[in-house]
């Protein structure tokens, strides 16, 4: 009761899935330990590309689709702090979201730019209201990174930079939207559905731009862009589809084709659902409530890139939730101070 009246802006009704989607399949199951704590996942015209929240090297891991083998690997000399999620352009560049922070006590958080030609770039963000955890990046048509934050309470933030990227200097960020989404009943992950289903594990964005995707523990959302837009895009309704009896499902791609994958820790499948982008439509389920600062133009790539729930808690859910907080989330490992 407490925590609803905190949240008044958050609406909208459950999501079904939409007719006609295609279940999840299993496309293959990762064997390689490296591949233990899998958190972010994108698609290439000929493989697939995967990156782990742990580890003291930037490290991106390139998968044979027939047999999840590990086939390259594209590091670069930084340690990161906590990598939660990957994006791919087009020219192949890679770009690493190390945006983790259970605990809530980064300064800043981070970006890793991957070039196909072997250079990498480090970009710092900052938060304007404190800091936050997040395992989702959207990446722009325009080349500008997006965040959505993941909250205990299922309130998640839509971020991108106010300025373009700077290698000498943090970037502020500013807070354009809230993604509020309704618990489901789908099975899976690490926590019960009512939870689960409202953390914001991972994104994705089609390869041409005209579909967004967000994924919680249990469900993926998809969602029309208009004019490449992704914060309006995330104004809209969802298609949901059910993504069941995922371990701790936090990764999410699309494949040229059109193809979503979804993937989880502790070396489960690597699944795919057929025709995704073509069966988005119009769904209820999913709202967004976007500040001033959201009807802003978005500047120009030149601009930007550079050179180079509203949820429904009982009275044990307070008690579930401050668990959580006092855990760091579900993770089971000690993130190392900063």
Known sequence: MLLLAACPALSGGQAAGQPGTADPRVRCTPRDERLTELSGLAAGPRHWFAVGDGGSVVRVYELDPRDCSVVDV??????????????????GTLWL?????NSSRRDTVAVHVLEPSGAAELYRLKYPDGPRDAEALLLGRDGVPHLVTKHPLGE?????????LDSREPVELERVGTLSLEPTDT??????????????????VAPRHEVVAVRTYTDAYLYPVPNGDVVEALRGEPVRV?????????????????????????LAPVRGVENAVSSVAARPGATVTTTSSAD????????WFPPTRRVLLGLGGVVVVTSLLLLGGVRRRARRRR
Do not use: H
């Open 74 to 91: 594209r590091s670069a000399d930084v340690d990161p702090y906590d990598v939660e999620d990957l994006a791919r352009q087009a020219d």
């Open 97 to 101: 979201a190390d945006t983790g922070d």
């Open 156 to 164: 998640a933030g839509i971020y991108r930079p106010v300025a373009p």
């Open 187 to 204: 099975p899976g992950g690490p926590l019960p559905a009512s939870f689960g289903s409202v953390l914001v594990t991972g994104g994705a």
């Open 242 to 266: 059910p993504l069941p009896n995922e371990p701790q499902g936090e990764a999410i791609a699309f494949e040229p084709d059109g193809d979503l994958l979804t993937a989880s820790e502790k």
């Open 296 to 303: 802003r133009p978005v500047s120009s790539p030149e601009r």
